[in-house]
Each structure stands twice: as C-alpha cells, then as structure tokens.
Nanobody
Framework: QVQLVESGGGLVQDGGSLKLSCAVSGVSEHTFSTYAMGWFRQAPGKEREFVATVSGSGRRTYYANSVKGRFTISRDNAKNTVYLQMNRMKPEDTAVYYC???????????????WGKGTLVTVSS
C-alpha cells in the first residue's frame, strides 16, 4: 500500500527557514512520477488548508497566496520524495504539515487520495 511519511518539522524562529521532506513508499519510481503531490497544513483550531502542489514531472507548481514567494515545493522522483522549503517563516505558519498524493496527477487544491500523518512546525515570535 502507498505510505507517505513526513519529516523535518520542528521549532524555528520568526524569519527562519525549514525544509520538510515526504518519502513515499509502496510505489515504483515510475508510478510516483505520475502522481501530483501536495502539501497542506492545519493550524490549531483551524481547518486544514492547501499550501502547495507540484506536478509529476516537477515542472508545474502552484502555491497558496499566503506562502507564495516564501515557500518552494520540489520533488526528486528518483528518491520518491517531495520537499517543501520554507523561508522567511512567520508565526502564522505554525501548523501540522501534511503531505498528500494524487494518483490522477491533477494536483488541485483539494482532492488527494493518500495522506501522511503530518509533522509539526512551530514558528516562535
């Protein structure tokens, strides 16, 4: 079965940087390269929200307005891994960050079939 495991979360100061990783297992490198991948986050007391998505090839990306220009999503299909580089972080970026996979390769802001369990990111002011 497809499994997604996030890593790289932790505590960072206001203005700092952090890089999240999401390793995908249970699929071949070829199959992984057909999946659109996304990052979402859920802050305490709030609903889960879309952060970023990347196409299977890695050539197409899309970001939420709140992170555009600060966060970068990327992937390494040879490693079945997707990344989220977060720069100029703010306290409002504090949330549990989830990785998600879309086997249809559409990569929109809502419909993903497989989800990781999340990694906590805390930005101190």
């Amino acid at each position: 079965q497809v499994q997604l495991v996030e890593s790289g979360g932790g505590l960072v100061q206001d203005g700092g940087s952090l890089k999240l990783s999401c390793a995908v297992s249970g699929v071949s490198e070829h199959t992984f390269s057909t999946y659109a991948m996304g990052w979402f986050r859920q802050a305490p007391g709030k609903e889960r929200e879309f952060v970023a998505t990347v196409s299977g090839s890695g050539r197409r990306t899309y970001y939420a307005n709140s992170v555009k220009g600060r966060f970068t999503i990327s992937r390494d299909n040879a490693k079945n891994t997707v990344y989220l580089q977060m720069n100029r972080m703010k306290p409002e970026d504090t949330a549990v960050y989830y990785c998600a996979a879309d086997p249809l390769g559409i990569g929109d802001t809502t419909d993903y079939e497989y989800w990781g369990k999340g990694t906590l990111v805390t930005v101190s002011s």
